[in-house]
């Protein structure tokens, strides 16, 4: 695929980076990134990674958009409430970037469906809002032999990780979802906008980086931000040995449905 | 002893402890909500009583993190 002129034009600002370039370009466009949740960290993901022209751009969510969403998914507008998120998201990223083949799934991620789903992408982010999501996409990642970023947020913190086949997972540092009743309860948190955008951002970067091969990836670090304090940490993880799923003797072999009422938390 | 818990150097008044008692220290309400990182390496939640903690070491608490507000 040759750039047009109008592409080198759109790209121009990122083609003169040395890292990205008109090959680079190329690479962008011809790739496939699935981001899992339509919410606070998928809305800058998608935004960003659209404006970058990631040729193929998956969105899985099974949820409209309502009022209390507005605060930080910022993909979605004040008259889409109601509507699909999935199809909401598709009508801004057609309008940001008319390149972008936009594929909507317009369901929950579950045991039965996530590996037909991810099959099909370079790259996956996780944007979900709860921890059986997040555990079933490192697993499922894990067993498809994909990359993907983790992405975490609670109030003015948030933690992300990226995980590449061979990399420490998520399984590697938390091995279950917390237990229940352990998760702080949902009228004690709370989140703030620009957190999220934040760290949806930097999940958007690892998946262009990864596309390019270019520079140091968040791979067996696990990123730590409190935007509050202004704290910004790495902390290195290890592959560990006794991972239920990665490691010498695994437990996991299987995709499950994890069960956890606790609370619904949405991000 | 001096540790390093979280990035940052803190002093604590006793020689060395086990991880259990540094939670608690610390006030960390729910240990089951908490990973511990120790120089480096992942402890299993069960030896929490049995690792000790000693000068010089550097200790993460990484606690989970999932999403932020009630849905309606």
Redesign the interface.
């Known amino acids: 695929m040759k750039l047009t002129n109008e592409q080198i034009e759109r790209y121009s600002r990122q083609i003169i980076l040395k890292e990205v370039g008109g090959k680079g370009q190329e690479k962008l466009l011809n790739s496939k990134v699935l981001v899992i949740g339509a919410g606070?960290l998928g809305s800058p993901a998608l935004l960003y990674l659209a404006a970058a022209g990631i040729g193929t751009l998956g969105i899985v969510d099974g949820d409209t958009v309502?009022i209390?969403n507005l605060q930080r998914q910022v993909i979605h507008f004040t008259d889409d409430i109601k509507k699909e998120k999935v199809l909401s998201a598709r009508e801004k990223i057609e309008k940001i970037n008319p390149d972008i083949n936009v594929v909507t799934y317009n369901t929950k991620v579950n045991a039965s469906n996530i590996r037909e789903i991810i099959k099909e992408y370079d790259f996956i982010i996780d944007g979900t809002?709860?921890?059986p999501a997040?555990f079933l996409i490192n697993d499922a990642c894990y067993f498809e032999k994909k990359p993907y970023s983790h992405g975490?947020?609670?109030?003015f913190?948030?933690?992300t990780m990226t995980y590449t086949p061979g990399s420490a997972c998520y399984r590697?540092?938390?091995?279950t979802?917390?237990?229940k009743g352990?998760?702080p309860s949902?009228?004690e948190?709370?989140?703030i906008g620009s957190m999220?955008g934040l760290l949806g951002v930097i999940q958007a970067s690892e998946a262009i980086k990864y596309l390019l091969s270019a520079g140091e990836l968040l791979t067996n670090k696990?990123l730590?931000i409190d935007i509050l304090n202004l704290e910004f940490?790495i902390?290195?993880?290890?592959r560990?040995r006794?991972c239920p799923l990665c490691g010498e003797s695994p437990e996991i072999k299987n995709l499950i449905d994890i069960e956890q009422p606790v609370?619904?938390?949405?991000? | 002893m001096k540790i390093i818990i979280?990035?940052k150097e803190e002093v604590i008044e006793k020689d060395f402890l086990n991880v259990l008692e540094l939670l608690k220290i610390k006030k960390v309400k729910?240990p089951?909500?908490v990973?511990v990182?120790l120089n480096?390496?992942?402890l299993?939640?069960e030896k929490f009583g049995e690792t000790i903690v000693k000068e010089g070491d550097k200790i993460?608490f990484?606690?989970?993190?999932?999403?932020?507000?009630?849905?309606?």
């Open positions: 606070g309502d209390t809002d709860n921890f997040k975490g947020i609670l109030r913190q948030g933690q590697c540092i938390f091995e979802p917390p237990p352990a998760i949902c009228s948190a709370g989140i999220a696990l730590f940490r902390i290195n993880i290890k560990n006794k609370c619904e938390i949405s991000i | 979280n990035g729910m089951e909500m990973t990182e480096g390496e992942i299993e939640r993460e990484i606690y989970y993190m999932g999403g932020g507000v009630k849905k309606n």
